[in-house]
């Protein structure tokens, strides 16, 4: 799935910046500091690698070859994109 290639090329599918680069060195945003941000930021992370998942590479090919690049990202619906134009 895709989630496991970005991993393997990217090391991670989306970087948390408080928990890796803290942005205020004088104790705002600090790796054990928490703020309400923080919590939002790893519910995103969480987010994206459930929908990341659920995809592979050949269902996105499907999808681009039906002309159905809605499919791609989830949203449904037919493509106002004609199938011959997809990307190649």
């Not at 945003?29 to 590479?57: M, P, R």
Request: proline letters at 5%.
């Amino acid at each position: 799935n895709l989630q496991q290639v970005l991993t393997a090329v990217e090391g991670n599918t989306f970087q948390v910046i408080c928990d890796h680069n803290p942005v205020d060195p004088e104790g705002r945003c600090q790796i054990g500091n928490s703020c309400s941000l923080k919590e939002v930021w790893h519910d995103l992370k969480n987010s994206i690698d459930k929908l990341l998942a659920t995809k592979t590479l050949a269902s996105m090919l499907t999808a681009v070859q039906r002309g159905n690049e809605a499919a791609l990202v989830g949203i449904g619906g037919a493509s106002s994109v004609p199938p011959n134009s997809a990307v190649r």
